[in-house]
Nanobody, 121 residues
Framework: QVQLVESGGGLVQPGGSLRLSCAAS????????MGWYRQAPGKQRELVAT???????NYADSVKGRFTISRDNAKNTVYLQMNSLKPEDTAVYYCNAQIKRRFGTPFTNYWGQGTQVTVSS
């Protein structure tokens, strides 16, 4: 099947940086949009950033100017460069991808297992 594996999370001090990666593998015909979402304790999961297959990006207002999403279509990988991290960025970050596994089937959302990002001094 399809698997999304995130990496790069961890503990960082305020003002620091992290880069998250998410690689999709398995039976994949094509990938449409990819993105990053996050969920802080006691809060709803929220969109962080998305990127279309053509490279069009969208960011939550709270991360604009600090985070950058990118992708490598040849590697089926999406990245999230996070700079100037703030304590409020602390959350579990989830990778999402719209994946077509077989011709003639619709794109389906797949999610990674999540990676913890903690911003604290």
């Amino acid at each position: 099947q399809v698997q999304l594996v995130e990496s790069g999370g961890g503990l960082v001090q305020p003002g620091g940086s992290l880069r998250l990666s998410c690689a999709a593998s398995g039976s994949i015909v094509s990938i449409n949009a990819m993105g990053w979402y996050r969920q802080a304790p006691g809060k709803q999961r929220e969109l962080v950033a998305t990127i279309t297959s053509g490279g069009i990006t969208n960011y939550a207002d709270s991360v604009k100017g600090r985070f950058t999403i990118s992708r490598d279509n040849a590697k089926n990988t999406v990245y999230l460069q996070m700079n100037s991290l703030k304590p409020e960025d602390t959350a579990v970050y989830y990778c999402n991808a719209q994946i077509k596994r077989r011709f003639g089937t619709p794109f389906t959302n797949y999610w990674g297992q999540g990676t913890q990002v903690t911003v604290s001094s």
